[in-house]
């Protein structure tokens, strides 16, 4: 099963920046996965972020973050980033990788069969 790692998370400013990346180690990982990430902050349920399909590497997104969040892979190094610009104080989560042996996820959470451990987004008012 492939292991996902996130890392990048952190403090954030209140219409600031914060790049997250999400490193695959199994070297069954390849571009043909469907990747995402997801989202889930304190009582609230995990929500979809953005998504990036295998092979053909399209991408889609939630619609309150569509021009502001940029899901990419590089797939020399088997990783996943999402870059997070004019962050919201209300997008303070812990962020969750996820991979479907499926090229295009979706939005659900069910269609993925791994997932990292999650890494914290704090946003400073």
């Known amino acids: 099963q492939v292991q996902l790692e996130e890392s990048g998370g952190g403090l954030g400013q209140t219409g600031g920046s914060l790049r997250l990346s999400c490193a695959a180690t199994?070297?069954?990982?390849?571009?043909?996965?469907?990747m995402a990430w997801f989202r889930q902050a304190p009582g609230k349920a995990r929500e979809f972020v953005a998504g990036?399909?295998?092979?053909?590497?399209?991408?889609y997104y939630a619609d309150s973050v569509k021009g502001r969040f940029t899901i990419s892979r590089d797939n020399a190094k088997n990783t996943i980033y999402l870059e997070m610009n004019s962050l919201k104080p209300e997008e303070a989560a812990v962020y969750y990788c996820?991979?479907?042996?499926?090229?295009?996820?979706?939005?659900?959470?069910?269609?993925?069969?791994?997932w990292g451990q999650g890494t914290q987004v704090t946003v400073t008012s």
């Open positions: 199994d070297p069954t990982f390849n571009s043909n996965y469907g």
């Open positions: 990036l399909s295998g092979m053909i590497d399209a991408t």
């Open positions: 996820a991979a479907s042996t499926r090229a295009y996820g979706g939005f659900e959470s069910a269609n993925y069969n791994c």
